[in-house]
């Protein structure tokens, strides 16, 4: 049984520049949750895929934005990207009305 | 707001010593409570949760918490710890009550576990 898969697992982007990362959820689980987690930091929640809609939304500005596809697999988009945005992204795959979420390997994005 | 404070930013403990890690969270009901563990360059994998009922909960690798909620608080602890349990551990807090599938978790900042040998 897969569980959370990322992609890629790392990624060099410049400053300006629009990244896209992709996650498919563990087998079964049919909401996914992002997160970024600077280094040295906790995760910070981004904001969470249901039925293909954005259902809950953390303190991120309208250049991060996503999608969930049928299939649950959800991407992440990241626009103009800033230095600041260098960090390890999450996904965590879960069941609607469950409470616990299973988290992947993550994503590092450095933006030079 | 709420808020998990993980007062500890760096623990060093020699192995098979006892180990105890805090957290205290600022909520306005009893959140859903986890602990999560974060080996390097990896994701975080469960630890354990406390939703209800017995406040002593166990958890995965031999690891505990226990809830106490008039300090609010949900410490991790470990009798035993042994070399492979360095890592970094975080607290985490859930809403009850909210819909959504794992919903939205509000994470501490961390702590970081050396095990010296």
């Known amino acids: 049984d897969a569980g959370v898969t990322q992609s890629p697992t790392h990624l060099i982007k410049t400053r300006g520049q629009q990244v896209t990362l992709r996650c498919s959820p563990k087998s079964g689980h049919d909401t996914v949750s992002w997160y970024q987690q600077a280094l040295g930091q906790g995760p910070q929640f981004i904001f969470q895929y249901y039925e293909e809609e954005e259902r809950q939304r953390g303190n991120f500005p309208d250049r991060f934005s996503g999608h969930q596809f049928p299939n649950y697999s959800s991407e992440l988009n990241v626009n103009a990207l800033l230095l600041g945005d260098s960090a390890l992204y999450l996904c965590?795959?879960?069941?609607?009305?469950?409470?616990?979420?299973?988290f992947g390997p993550g994503t590092r994005l450095t933006v030079t | 707001a709420q808020s998990v404070t993980q007062p500890d930013i760096h623990i060093t403990v020699s192995e098979g010593a006892s180990l105890e890690l805090r957290c205290n969270y600022s909520y306005g009901a009893t959140p859903y409570l986890f602990w999560y563990v974060q080996s390097p360059g990896q994701g975080l994998q469960l630890l354990l949760k406390?939703?209800?009922?017995?406040?002593l909960v166990q958890g995965i690798k031999g690891f505990e918490a226990e809830f106490k909620r008039s300090q609010s608080s949900f410490n991790l602890r470990k009798p035993s710890v042994h070399w492979s349990d360095a890592a970094e551990y975080f607290c985490?807090?859930?809403?009850?009550?909210?819909?959504?599938?794992?919903?939205?978790?509000?994470f501490g900042t961390g702590t970081q576990l050396k095990v010296e040998l």
């Open positions: 985490a807090v859930a809403p009850r009550g909210v819909t959504g599938g794992g919903n939205k978790l509000t």
């Open positions: 406390y939703f209800s009922g017995d406040t």
């Open positions: 965590a795959s879960g069941l609607q009305g469950a409470y616990e979420q299973y």
